[in-house]
């Protein structure tokens, strides 16, 4: 039989077992191992140096002490903390440090303190990367040479040492080796481990890192189209909308600004899924992305909805996820256009102001050729909820309100050439295909202010370009 | 517990080497100006000349430009004069 002790000075409990220690070491073969300060304990001595925490972190000590008795090398049992019952029962000894209390509860163990278990699994050979490693040199700046590779979406990056890249992947519970899919466009296979670099360059937290891998599997669904979003000349890139528990537990923000700046979460999810496009996808702007113009929200489009009012289905569970599931729903978006619908003070009237900011999307003669997104506002819901709306109302009275008879878009009509098509000039003519309005709340109180977010003109084709929600997962 | 070697893991799909290759050299200099770029050590500009004298000769335009010392990288203003007008350049003469 064999023992051995895992300690450190800064414990009071290991303080208060050196006695104990010392009549173990009297009656059989025991190793002490001190975590901080070899020297301790004195009395023995010193111990044998783990200042690495080698020791610790391959017996997977969690507390301090912990006493583990070893038959032919194996582990038999082991105590943590002070409780002389257990220690007499794992050494075998009798009467240990009947001075003592008869308990005690130990402290952590330095190898659990905060980032320390992927650091000793990097450390100790545990945690492995099949990414290969590109060294820094001593006078090279790390960002910059992250630019000079084309890493980035033109902002610096974190650098993605292993280190960051192990502590990004314990937010996951997925195999680093797991195929997420296969990124466009050059439909290369892509692995948890990938998406993992990708979300500390773009500055995510390790919690994030399920949202993302949400967005990666709603934007590759073949119904998504993410290979044309990428190419197309029109100006759009994916929007992610997140819903549920997830969006208040990682700080997303779903109220003031929540299309704007300020919040990390906001800004680094969907930018962590262009950076994936870039450097694993090899989608780059000037290449495949053709893009005409472009726009803003294609360094990374991402917020919350505000779920707070129960009067007010959620998106996702409006597009059939069970209520309180964490889901992400991907969209074809361009930037954001302001509606100052301020006179407004009934529902129906609301329904026709919006729907006249809404008939701009894409071109206001155009009919059921791109979708949109309209983000309202808290004063603007107020008065919808006021009348008893809900949802599907908003929804309902959007609907007829964003009804014109083609006579007034027809091409030619009002000097300008672009329009539907010639017909019956009394039909009225939908500015969206069914589904294609995407109805969110989110935004801060204050003003009698809501937002359209225009969609991809290929959208036009609702069998091949379609809005998906997906739900997060581990 | 300092790592020896600071390193990034690649983020790319490792479509390329680790140590990036060379531009390609234009197939063409029909179009192009050509910047000459005197590193300012001795005998650089004789070299710059002749080479200028062959690239004329063949009507290829050339745009001369000066380090300020061979001891130093060449000043930003110098760089971005080259990239604003020129399409390929020339660096000399060192030893």
């Given at each position: 039989m064999e023992l051995i002790a895992v300690v450190k000075r800064d414990c009071e409990t290991c303080g208060l077992v050196v006695p104990v220690l010392g009549t173990l070491a009297g009656q059989c073969t025991l190793t002490v191992y001190s975590q901080d300060d070899p020297t301790f304990p004195e009395p023995l001595g010193g111990a044998r140096d783990d200042t690495s925490l080698e020791q610790s972190y391959h017996r997977n000590i969690e507390i301090v002490p912990t006493l583990i008795r070893l038959e032919d090398g194996k582990e038999q049992a082991r105590t943590e903390g002070w409780n002389r019952g257990e220690w007499e029962t794992v050494?075998?000894?009798?009467?240990?440090?009947?001075?003592?209390?008869a308990s005690q509860p130990g402290c952590g163990s330095r190898s659990q303190e905060p980032g320390m278990p992927e650091r000793l699994a990097l450390r100790f050979g545990a945690r492995h990367f099949t990414s290969r490693r590109i060294d820094v040199e001593a006078l090279d700046d790390p960002i910059e040479l992250a630019y000079d590779r084309g890493w980035t979406d033109g902002l610096p990056i974190v650098p993605p040492t292993p280190l960051r890249v192990a502590r990004m992947l314990a937010g996951t519970g997925l195999a680093p080796d797991a195929i997420v899919g296969r990124l466009p466009p050059n439909l290369i296979e892509c692995t948890v481990e990938k998406v993992a670099i990708n979300a500390v360059m773009a500055g995510c937290r390790p919690e994030y890192l399920p949202v993302l891998l949400g967005c990666v599997a709603a934007a590759l669904k073949p119904e998504f189209s993410m290979h044309g979003l990428l190419a197309t000349l029109w100006f759009s890139g994916p929007v992610f909308i997140v819903n549920g528990p997830i969006a208040k537990r990682i700080g997303m923000n779903a109220e003031g600004n929540a299309l704007g700046q300020g919040n990390r979460a906001n800004s680094t999810i969907g930018r962590a899924f262009q950076l994936l496009i870039r450097n694993?996808?090899?989608?780059?702007p000037g290449e495949i992305d053709r893009s005409v113009l472009g726009n803003p929200g294609k360094v990374g489009f991402c917020f919350a909805e505000d779920e707070r009012d129960p009067a007010w289905a959620p998106l996702n569970v409006s597009r059939g996820a069970a209520p309180g599931t964490s889901s992400v729903t991907a969209f074809h978006g361009d930037g954001v256009q302001a509606v100052?619908?301020?006179?407004?003070?009934h529902a129906e009237e609301l329904c026709r102001s919006l729907a006249m900011a809404l008939?701009?999307?894409?071109?206001?003669?155009?009919?059921?050729?791109s979708n949109a997104i309209l983000a309202i506002s808290p004063d603007h819901w107020n008065i919808f909820k006021a009348e008893g709306w809900g949802r599907t109302d908003v929804e309902d009275g959007l609907k007829h309100a964003l009804k014109r008879p083609r006579s007034e878009i027809v091409r030619g009509v009002g000097g300008v050439a672009e329009g539907v098509e010639p017909g019956d000039p009394d039909e009225l003519l939908d500015k969206f295909h069914e589904g294609g309005l995407v109805i969110v709340r989110a935004g801060g109180p204050g003003g009698l202010l809501s937002a359209v977010i225009g969609g991809w003109s290929a959208q036009r084709n609702p069998q091949q370009v379609q809005i998906v929600t997906e739900e997060i997962r581990g | 517990m300092r790592n020896d070697t600071y390193q990034m893991l690649d983020p790319t799909a490792e479509l390329s080497p680790v140590i990036r290759e060379r531009l390609a050299p234009p197939a063409d200099l029909s179009n192009a100006t050509v910047g000459l770029l005197c590193i300012s050590k001795e005998r650089s500009e004789e070299f710059l000349d002749s080479v200028e004298a062959a690239l004329s000769q063949r009507g290829i335009r050339v745009a001369r430009f000066a380090k300020p010392t061979h001891t130093k990288p060449a000043p930003e203003e110098v760089v971005q004069a080259i990239v604003e007008r020129c399409d390929v350049v020339v660096e000399g003469l060192a030893d």
């Amino acid at each position: 039989m064999e023992l051995i002790a895992v300690v450190k000075r800064d414990c009071e409990t290991c303080g208060l077992v050196v006695p104990v220690l010392g009549t173990l070491a009297g009656q059989c073969t025991l190793t002490v191992y001190s975590q901080d300060d070899p020297t301790f304990p004195e009395p023995l001595g010193g111990a044998r140096d783990d200042t690495s925490l080698e020791q610790s972190y391959h017996r997977n000590i969690e507390i301090v002490p912990t006493l583990i008795r070893l038959e032919d090398g194996k582990e038999q049992a082991r105590t943590e903390g002070w409780n002389r019952g257990e220690w007499e029962t794992v050494s075998g000894a009798a009467a240990l440090g009947p001075e003592l209390p008869a308990s005690q509860p130990g402290c952590g163990s330095r190898s659990q303190e905060p980032g320390m278990p992927e650091r000793l699994a990097l450390r100790f050979g545990a945690r492995h990367f099949t990414s290969r490693r590109i060294d820094v040199e001593a006078l090279d700046d790390p960002i910059e040479l992250a630019y000079d590779r084309g890493w980035t979406d033109g902002l610096p990056i974190v650098p993605p040492t292993p280190l960051r890249v192990a502590r990004m992947l314990a937010g996951t519970g997925l195999a680093p080796d797991a195929i997420v899919g296969r990124l466009p466009p050059n439909l290369i296979e892509c692995t948890v481990e990938k998406v993992a670099i990708n979300a500390v360059m773009a500055g995510c937290r390790p919690e994030y890192l399920p949202v993302l891998l949400g967005c990666v599997a709603a934007a590759l669904k073949p119904e998504f189209s993410m290979h044309g979003l990428l190419a197309t000349l029109w100006f759009s890139g994916p929007v992610f909308i997140v819903n549920g528990p997830i969006a208040k537990r990682i700080g997303m923000n779903a109220e003031g600004n929540a299309l704007g700046q300020g919040n990390r979460a906001n800004s680094t999810i969907g930018r962590a899924f262009q950076l994936l496009i870039r450097n694993v996808g090899g989608g780059v702007p000037g290449e495949i992305d053709r893009s005409v113009l472009g726009n803003p929200g294609k360094v990374g489009f991402c917020f919350a909805e505000d779920e707070r009012d129960p009067a007010w289905a959620p998106l996702n569970v409006s597009r059939g996820a069970a209520p309180g599931t964490s889901s992400v729903t991907a969209f074809h978006g361009d930037g954001v256009q302001a509606v100052g619908a301020q006179a407004s003070r009934h529902a129906e009237e609301l329904c026709r102001s919006l729907a006249m900011a809404l008939w701009a999307v894409g071109h206001p003669k155009l009919s059921r050729f791109s979708n949109a997104i309209l983000a309202i506002s808290p004063d603007h819901w107020n008065i919808f909820k006021a009348e008893g709306w809900g949802r599907t109302d908003v929804e309902d009275g959007l609907k007829h309100a964003l009804k014109r008879p083609r006579s007034e878009i027809v091409r030619g009509v009002g000097g300008v050439a672009e329009g539907v098509e010639p017909g019956d000039p009394d039909e009225l003519l939908d500015k969206f295909h069914e589904g294609g309005l995407v109805i969110v709340r989110a935004g801060g109180p204050g003003g009698l202010l809501s937002a359209v977010i225009g969609g991809w003109s290929a959208q036009r084709n609702p069998q091949q370009v379609q809005i998906v929600t997906e739900e997060i997962r581990g | 517990m300092r790592n020896d070697t600071y390193q990034m893991l690649d983020p790319t799909a490792e479509l390329s080497p680790v140590i990036r290759e060379r531009l390609a050299p234009p197939a063409d200099l029909s179009n192009a100006t050509v910047g000459l770029l005197c590193i300012s050590k001795e005998r650089s500009e004789e070299f710059l000349d002749s080479v200028e004298a062959a690239l004329s000769q063949r009507g290829i335009r050339v745009a001369r430009f000066a380090k300020p010392t061979h001891t130093k990288p060449a000043p930003e203003e110098v760089v971005q004069a080259i990239v604003e007008r020129c399409d390929v350049v020339v660096e000399g003469l060192a030893d």
